[in-house]
Antibody, heavy 123, light 105 residues
Framework: QLQLQESGPGLVKPSETLSLTCTVS??????????WGWIRQPPGKGLEWIGT???????YYNSSLKSQVTISVDTSKNQFSLKLTYVTAADTAVYHC???????????????WGQGTLVTVSS | SYELTQPLSVSVALGQTARIACGGN??????VHWYQRKPGQAPVLVIY???NRPSGIPERFSGSNSGNTASLTISSAQAGDEADYYC????????FGGGTKLTVL
């Protein structure tokens, strides 16, 4: 059964870079049927898609975050990563990684999701 | 950019049918997916491509999509169905609805 696990610092200072890694187990990241995505949920708010990557490195980003976000993939480690630069308190959220299934024109639904990791931006 | 609108909350009596709407411009032309999120847990896909249930999701969960509204229907609602529900589409980028809190009375 495919599992995803987020890892990274739980506390990041304002203006610094948030870095998270998602480790995929129980399956290969190098399938052409899937993409791999990051989603976050700020406290008390809804889900927000951050971006998605294919194993070959094709990326899709939320236009509202595009200037801050870089998503990369390491197929040798079966991992993909998120970097969010110049963070502020507004970037405090639970960050999830998820498999993003390919259908029709592009990535469509997410399944399964990682448990999520809380990242707090504070000095 | 594309927007999805959901009611903030829906209440349903135990054993009755709950319907959660997701509104969007011509949403009927898109594939709509639904997630259930319980506190402290990862979101779970309950419906994909409008009306398809992943394995392990009870038949009580169903979906429809037409015109400007997609809907998630939960029949014979149980206490364990209390959660936040989110709709989602792909429209050159991924868009989530704002989420609906389902309360089972």
């Amino acid at each position: 059964q495919l599992q995803l696990q987020e890892s990274g610092p739980g506390l990041v200072k304002p203006s610094e870079t948030l870095s998270l890694t998602c480790t995929v187990s129980g399956g290969s990241i190098t399938s052409s049927y899937y993409y791999w995505g990051w989603i976050r949920q700020p406290p008390g708010k809804g889900l927000e898609w951050i971006g998605t990557i294919s194993y070959s490195g094709t990326t899709y980003y939320n236009s509202s975050l595009k200037s801050q976000v870089t998503i990369s993939v390491d197929t040798s480690k079966n991992q993909f990563s998120l970097k969010l630069t110049y963070v502020t308190a507004a970037d405090t959220a639970v960050y999830h990684c998820a498999r993003h299934l390919k259908y029709s024109a592009g990535p469509n639904w997410f399944d399964p999701w990682g448990q999520g990791t809380l990242v707090t931006v504070s000095s | 950019s594309y927007e999805l609108t959901q009611p903030l909350s829906v209440s349903v009596a135990l054993g009755q049918t709950a319907r959660i709407a997701c509104g969007g411009n011509n949403i009927g032309s898109k594939n709509v997916h639904w997630y259930q999120r319980k506190p402290g847990q990862a979101p779970v896909l309950v419906i994909y491509r409008d009306s398809n249930r992943p394995s392990g999701i009870p038949e009580r969960f169903s979906g429809s999509n037409s015109g400007n509204t997609a809907s998630l229907t939960i029949s014979s609602a149980q206490a364990g169905d209390e959660a936040d529900y989110y709709c989602q589409v792909w429209d050159s980028s991924t868009v989530f609805g704002g989420g609906t809190k389902l309360t089972v009375l």
